[in-house]
Protein backbone atom coordinates (compact mmCIF):
# COMPACT_ATOMS: atom_id res chain seq x y z
CA UNK A 1 0.00 0.00 0.00
CA UNK A 2 1.25 3.49 -0.58
CA UNK A 3 -0.86 5.48 1.86
CA UNK A 4 0.63 7.00 5.15
CA UNK A 5 -0.38 5.09 8.20
CA UNK A 6 -3.58 4.95 9.59
CA UNK A 7 -3.79 5.73 13.04
CA UNK A 8 -7.35 5.37 13.01
CA UNK A 9 -9.81 3.66 11.05
CA UNK A 10 -13.29 3.87 11.50
CA UNK A 11 -15.96 1.72 9.14
CA UNK A 12 -19.82 2.62 9.38
CA UNK A 13 -22.11 0.48 7.29
CA UNK A 14 -25.49 -0.40 7.00
CA UNK A 15 -28.09 -0.35 4.08
CA UNK A 16 -29.48 3.38 3.24
CA UNK A 17 -32.58 1.83 1.98
CA UNK A 18 -33.60 -0.06 5.02
CA UNK A 19 -34.55 3.57 7.81
CA UNK A 20 -32.50 3.13 10.63
CA UNK A 21 -30.07 0.52 9.36
CA UNK A 22 -28.13 2.95 7.35
CA UNK A 23 -27.06 4.90 10.61
CA UNK A 24 -23.67 3.45 10.23
CA UNK A 25 -23.57 4.74 6.94
CA UNK A 26 -24.23 7.97 7.68
CA UNK A 27 -21.67 8.62 10.61
CA UNK A 28 -18.87 6.95 8.44
CA UNK A 29 -20.18 9.70 5.90
CA UNK A 30 -20.37 12.86 8.54
CA UNK A 31 -16.76 11.66 10.32
CA UNK A 32 -14.87 12.08 7.08
CA UNK A 33 -16.62 15.09 6.33
CA UNK A 34 -15.01 16.50 9.73
CA UNK A 35 -11.92 14.55 9.17
CA UNK A 36 -11.44 16.47 5.89
CA UNK A 37 -12.53 19.84 7.85
CA UNK A 38 -9.93 19.36 11.06
CA UNK A 39 -7.47 18.24 8.15
CA UNK A 40 -6.35 15.28 10.26
CA UNK A 41 -4.22 12.71 8.95
CA UNK A 42 -4.25 9.59 9.93
CA UNK A 43 -7.17 9.20 10.61
CA UNK A 44 -9.83 7.52 7.61
CA UNK A 45 -13.40 7.21 7.52
CA UNK A 46 -15.51 4.63 4.94
CA UNK A 47 -19.23 3.93 4.42
CA UNK A 48 -19.82 0.80 3.28
CA UNK A 49 -22.91 -1.23 2.17
CA UNK A 50 -22.07 -4.23 4.14
CA UNK A 51 -18.42 -5.71 5.78
CA UNK A 52 -16.50 -7.27 2.46
CA UNK A 53 -13.44 -9.40 3.02
CA UNK A 54 -11.49 -6.24 0.95
CA UNK A 55 -11.92 -4.48 3.89
CA UNK A 56 -9.46 -6.46 5.34
CA UNK A 57 -6.55 -4.97 3.22
CA UNK A 58 -7.78 -1.45 4.56
CA UNK A 59 -6.62 -2.47 8.08
CA UNK A 60 -2.71 -3.70 7.18
CA UNK A 61 -1.62 -0.16 8.68
CA UNK A 62 -3.65 0.11 10.95
CA UNK A 63 -3.71 1.15 15.03
CA UNK A 64 -6.89 1.31 15.85
CA UNK A 65 -10.01 0.55 14.12
CA UNK A 66 -14.23 1.16 14.66
CA UNK A 67 -16.87 -0.30 13.11
CA UNK A 68 -20.49 1.95 13.36
CA UNK A 69 -22.95 -0.41 13.00
CA UNK A 70 -27.28 -0.23 13.84
CA UNK A 71 -28.27 -2.22 16.38
CA UNK A 72 -31.27 -4.85 15.62
CA UNK A 73 -34.36 -2.77 17.00
CA UNK A 74 -35.07 -5.83 18.99
CA UNK A 75 -31.46 -4.83 21.05
CA UNK A 76 -32.95 -2.12 23.06
CA UNK A 77 -30.32 -0.17 23.83
CA UNK A 78 -30.56 3.54 25.34
CA UNK A 79 -27.43 5.27 23.45
CA UNK A 80 -24.97 5.03 21.16
CA UNK A 81 -22.35 2.07 22.99
CA UNK A 82 -18.64 2.16 21.89
CA UNK A 83 -16.99 -0.95 22.90
CA UNK A 84 -13.89 -3.35 22.65
CA UNK A 85 -14.25 -5.92 19.90
CA UNK A 86 -12.29 -8.64 19.63
CA UNK A 87 -11.16 -11.19 16.28
CA UNK A 88 -13.13 -14.28 16.16
CA UNK A 89 -11.42 -17.04 14.47
CA UNK A 90 -13.24 -18.27 11.30
CA UNK A 91 -13.49 -20.78 8.81
CA UNK A 92 -13.17 -19.30 5.41
CA UNK A 93 -16.55 -19.46 3.34
CA UNK A 94 -16.82 -18.61 -0.21
CA UNK A 95 -20.05 -15.62 0.96
CA UNK A 96 -18.91 -11.96 0.19
CA UNK A 97 -20.23 -10.91 3.51
CA UNK A 98 -18.04 -11.06 7.19
CA UNK A 99 -19.36 -9.75 10.55
CA UNK A 100 -17.04 -7.79 12.53
CA UNK A 101 -14.73 -9.95 14.23
CA UNK A 102 -14.72 -12.20 11.15
CA UNK A 103 -13.15 -9.39 9.32
CA UNK A 104 -10.76 -8.89 11.57
CA UNK A 105 -9.25 -12.31 12.01
CA UNK A 106 -9.14 -12.04 8.21
CA UNK A 107 -6.98 -8.93 8.14
CA UNK A 108 -4.68 -10.69 10.99
CA UNK A 109 -4.28 -14.06 9.10
CA UNK A 110 -3.66 -12.25 5.56
CA UNK A 111 -1.69 -9.22 6.67
CA UNK A 112 -0.44 -9.80 10.07
CA UNK A 113 -3.22 -6.51 10.91
CA UNK A 114 -4.03 -6.57 14.50
CA UNK A 115 -5.54 -3.19 15.56
CA UNK A 116 -7.29 -2.40 18.43
CA UNK A 117 -10.94 -2.83 17.76
CA UNK A 118 -14.36 -1.18 18.90
CA UNK A 119 -18.05 -1.54 17.42
CA UNK A 120 -20.20 1.52 18.19
CA UNK A 121 -23.86 0.77 18.13
CA UNK A 122 -26.62 2.87 17.17
CA UNK A 123 -29.97 2.47 18.31
CA UNK A 124 -32.36 2.08 16.16
CA UNK A 125 -36.01 1.59 16.13
CA UNK A 126 -36.91 0.07 12.50
CA UNK A 127 -35.23 -1.79 9.15
CA UNK A 128 -38.59 -0.82 7.31
CA UNK A 129 -37.78 0.05 3.30
CA UNK A 130 -37.15 3.53 2.60
CA UNK A 131 -34.83 6.05 3.38
CA UNK A 132 -36.20 8.20 6.40
CA UNK A 133 -34.13 7.46 9.60
CA UNK A 134 -36.17 7.61 12.73
CA UNK A 135 -36.15 10.51 15.16
CA UNK A 136 -34.32 8.09 17.87
CA UNK A 137 -31.95 7.19 15.40
CA UNK A 138 -31.53 10.61 14.38
CA UNK A 139 -30.62 11.57 18.00
CA UNK A 140 -28.38 9.22 18.19
CA UNK A 141 -26.28 9.91 15.37
CA UNK A 142 -25.95 13.02 16.98
CA UNK A 143 -24.85 11.42 20.43
CA UNK A 144 -22.43 9.03 18.35
CA UNK A 145 -20.16 11.42 16.13
CA UNK A 146 -19.89 13.27 19.86
CA UNK A 147 -18.40 10.02 21.05
CA UNK A 148 -16.49 9.46 17.67
CA UNK A 149 -15.20 13.09 17.95
CA UNK A 150 -13.91 12.83 21.40
CA UNK A 151 -12.10 9.88 21.39
CA UNK A 152 -10.39 11.13 17.63
CA UNK A 153 -9.35 14.22 19.35
CA UNK A 154 -8.53 12.41 22.48
CA UNK A 155 -6.11 10.13 20.76
CA UNK A 156 -4.83 12.62 18.68
CA UNK A 157 -4.06 14.52 21.36
CA UNK A 158 -2.51 11.24 22.94
CA UNK A 159 -0.18 10.72 19.63
CA UNK A 160 1.10 14.22 19.61
CA UNK A 161 2.34 13.94 23.14
CA UNK A 162 3.76 10.71 23.11
CA UNK A 163 6.36 12.53 20.72
Known amino acids: MDHEPTAILIIGYGNTLRGDDGAGYYIAE ?29 MTDVQTVIFVDAAMPSEIIAQPRLEPLAAKATTPTLGHHLDMRSLLDLAHRLYGATPTAYRLLIPTQTF ?7 PLT ?7 MSTLLEFVTHSIENEASSH
Open 30 to 58: QMADQIASHSWTGVRSLSVHQLLPELAAE
Open 128 to 134: DIGITVS
Open 138 to 144: QAAIALA
